[in-house]
Nanobody, 134 residues
């Protein structure tokens, strides 16, 4: 059974760091583009960062560019989101999601990440809470 499981969330002070992990099982990660998304109370679902299956295409939302870094280790079936210089506005539930890659479409990763639609991704994790507060 296909499953994505996030971990690494928690409570951190402003300026602090966290690393989120998304462990994938039941599917071959190498065939999939993967993204991190977040949703804060009262706010829309937001695409934070997404990475293509071959790592050629990476997208960051303007709000996190320069502070967050996405990476993947297909051998470990894991996708990471390193978050630094955290701000209170980063507080949200963070989700990872996977969709079948389209390496022939160089704009695919960014287009889907910006749209942040649950319908665009085949599999979703259950989410991990990140709270940034002093």
């Amino acid at each position: 059974q296909e499953q994505l499981v996030e971990s690494g969330g928690g409570l951190v002070r402003p300026g602090g760091s966290l690393r989120l992990s998304c462990v994938v099982s039941g599917l071959y990660l190498g065939y999939y583009d993967v993204g991190w998304f977040r949703q804060a109370p009262g706010k829309e679902h937001e695409g934070v960062s997404c990475i293509s299956s071959n790592e050629d295409d990476i997208y960051y939302a303007d709000s996190v560019r320069g502070r967050f870094a996405i990476s993947r280790d297909d051998a470990k079936k894991t996708v990471y989101l390193q978050m630094t210089s955290l701000k209170p506005e980063d507080t949200a539930v963070y989700y990872c999601a996977a969709t079948r890659a389209r390496p022939w479409d160089p704009e695919f990763v960014e287009r889907l990440c910006r749209r942040a639609s649950t319908e665009d991704y085949d599999y979703w994790g259950q989410g991990t809470q990140v709270t940034v507060s002093s």
